[in-house]
T-cell receptor, first 116, second 117 residues
Framework: ETGVTQTPRHLVMGMTNKKSLKCEQH?????MYWYKQSAKKPLELMFV???????ENNSVPSRFSPECPNSSHLFLHLHTLQPEDSALYLC???????????????FGSGTQLSVL | AQKVTQAQTEISVVEKEDVTLDCVYE???????LFWYKQPPSGELVFLIR??????QNEISGRYSWNFQKSTSSFNFTITASQVVDSAVYFC??????????????FGKGTHLIIQP
């Protein structure tokens, strides 16, 4: 079993749909992350969660809503998305909490999202 | 201005050639970490190396080597005797202590490396 598992691998949705992306980590880590990877752009950090706190990138639109019910699971709820939101959404985890700037990240394979 | 610049968008070489991927970074912190990640076609980024700002020793791991030079703010990655399995997108990333980790890693745009048989 891989360390970080994301489902679904591919998702096609209309602009009026509501869907959720799921991430699960089996590494016993304390922090989980959502990254957005768009073509020809650097990876963009969207949200970071650990038991103590949540940090978000203020540029992320409110149509993206994260949820972290426990240290092993992370969701990204999507509603009324726009075509420009089409991208690869990557989940990652790290051993220590949010403030550990020297941590290496363990990534899932991502969800390729297409918004029509 | 970009904090991490990977000027080479795509590199194509023939198998067994050596190839160097460039990374130039920008920071005002004296304490920071630099990383390289590999993204194969399967999608997940795989950690390759981490280097702190106080350790300028070059690193070699098998066919991979890294050259960190603070004087030029560069952290270049060389693959010796490249193989088809090395084909992937490679990302350089910076983590600054001033961000406290909460800002996450600042990634470059990546270099798509194609190794032709």
């Amino acid at each position: 079993e891989t360390g970080v598992t994301q489902t679904p691998r591919h998702l096609v949705m209309g602009m009026t749909n509501k869907k959720s992306l799921k991430c699960e980590q089996h590494l016993g880590h304390n922090a989980m992350y959502w990254y957005k990877q768009s073509a020809k752009k650097p990876l963009e950090l969207m949200f970071v969660y650990s038991l103590e706190e949540r940090v978000e990138n203020n540029s992320v639109p409110s149509r993206f809503s994260p949820e972290c019910p426990n240290s092993s699971h992370l969701f990204l709820h999507l509603h009324t998305l726009q075509p420009e939101d089409s991208a690869l959404y990557l989940c990652a985890s790290s051993h220590s909490g949010i403030r550990a700037y020297n941590e290496k990240l363990f990534f899932g394979s991502g969800t390729q999202l297409s918004v029509l | 201005a970009q904090k991490v610049t990977q000027a080479q968008t795509e590199i194509s070489v023939v198998e067994k050639e050596d190839v160097t991927l460039d990374c130039v970074y920008e920071t005002r912190d004296t304490t920071y970490y630099l990383f390289w990640y590999k993204q194969p076609p399967s999608g997940e980024l795989v950690f390759l190396i981490r280097r702190n700002s106080f350790d300028e020793q070059n690193e070699i791991s098998g066919r991979y080597s890294w050259n960190f030079q603070k004087s030029t703010s560069s952290f270049n990655f060389t693959i010796t005797a490249s193989q088809v399995v090395d084909s992937a997108v490679y990302f350089c990333a910076l983590s600054e202590i001033s961000g406290g980790g909460a800002d996450g890693l600042t990634f470059g745009k990546g270099t798509h490396l194609i190794i032709q048989p």
